[in-house]
């Protein structure tokens, strides 16, 4: 089967690699969408440290079953199917309290770190284990229901930040998974959503996608916008979504007195923050694994219209044309965010 294989650091290979094997409680899939996550451009440079050569990426994809094990639940040929980045064991204390994301032997779909590594998404098949499985009605494409896992992620960022209905939430970062976080807070009935970034573009996409107030981080005075915009209190929550050392000091300096701030974006592995603002503040630092229980609520939001991801789709591109989309990804230019890759059909 053809796969985009990352070689080394800023080398990607479209090759051809033998079929995945595939355990009693897996399904082999063949993927028909999958996204290009932020996570994995940072594997592509080799600053996240998660993504070690050689290894087949991806993790935001949605696709067909072609066969499953025994073990692996009552899928079928043909079912179409998406799935989250997590493996989980279903066993351990964890998930046995519905935690799957703080899985005791978690691994993660397309990822490599601490002598760990499973091969992911972008190729023309991958495995999944059954119990990660969830069928698409037949109105979602498959692009879209490739943003059911970076949904996922979004709606359980958004659980972390507590009761937001009628509340004041602030989003640090209005990238895709920033921007899903502003539409899962509408969802969520959050009274009024707030929308911060460096990009004027993606600002106007916050608002078109139901913030009711956007600001520059870059400004100095975004701060006191915040404050203006909540009568000098500050937001009751904000979700944080980029994951370095200023973006954490914008959300710290926008949450109110006794505020609650949901961490999930995770560029940098070491962040700096004003610890007295935090201390002082009593404000609630939560961290945001992924996802754990959501993607089956995803999946019915992409597809009843609830959430709308098309403004967010940059590109739709053959993955034989991959490694050009992750080099454009990685120079950052204004404007560009999600990039989907298609694998070629198989032939039957």
């Known amino acids: 089967m053809k796969a985009l294989r990352l070689d080394d650091r800023m080398t990607f290979s479209y090759v051809d690699v033998p079929v995945p094997s595939v355990s009693d409680d897996e399904a082999l899939v063949e993927v028909r969408a999958c996204g290009i996550c932020g996570s994995d451009v940072h594997g592509f440079d080799g600053t996240s440290g998660r993504r070690t050569p050689p290894l087949i990426m991806g993790h935001e994809a949605a696709g067909v079953v072609v066969r499953s094990g025994r073990d692996a639940g009552s899928w079928r040929e043909g079912d179409r199917v998406t799935f989250g980045s997590t493996i989980f064991c ?31 998404a972008f190729a023309e098949l ?13 109105g979602l494409t498959f692009e879209r229901a490739a943003f059911t896992e970076p949904l996922a992620v979004a709606l359980h960022a958004v659980a972390l930040a507590g009761d937001v209905a009628g509340r004041t939430v602030a989003v ?56 203006d915009a909540t009568d000098g209190r500050g937001a009751d929550a904000v979700i944080e979504a980029v994951g370095v050392s200023a973006s954490i000091r914008t959300a710290i300096g926008c949450a109110r007195r006794g505020g609650r701030i949901v961490l999930v974006g995770n560029i940098s592995p070491v962040a700096e923050m004003p610890l007295q603002a935090v201390v002082t503040g009593e404000l609630t630092l939560v961290g945001s694994c992924a996802s754990s229980g959501e993607i089956g609520r995803s999946v019915e939001l992409l597809a009843g219209g609830a959430v709308d991801v098309d403004p967010l789709i940059s ?26 890759l298609t694998p070629p059909k198989r032939e039957v």
Not at 126 to 138: W, Y
């Open 172 to 227: 640090v970062g209005t990238g895709v998974i920033g921007l899903l976080v502003v539409q899962a807070l509408r969802v969520a009935g959050a009274g009024s959503v707030l929308g911060i970034d460096l990009d004027p573009q993606r600002l106007e996409i916050a608002r078109g996608l139901g913030a009711d107030a956007t600001f520059r981080a870059e400004e100095e005075q975004v701060e006191r916008g915040v404050a």
């Open 126 to 138: 991958v495995a999944v284990p059954g119990r990660g499985l969830v069928s698409l009605p037949d």
């Open 315 to 340: 590109a739709v591109a053959p993955l034989a044309d991959g490694a050009h989309w992750f080099e454009r990804l990685h120079a950052a230019p204004p404007g560009l965010l999600k990039v989907i």
């Open 90 to 120: 279903g066993t351990c204390p964890a998930c046995r309290e519905g935690r799957s994301n703080l899985c005791e032997r978690r691994a993660v779909l397309g990822a490599s770190f601490s002598g760990y590594r499973r091969d992911g």
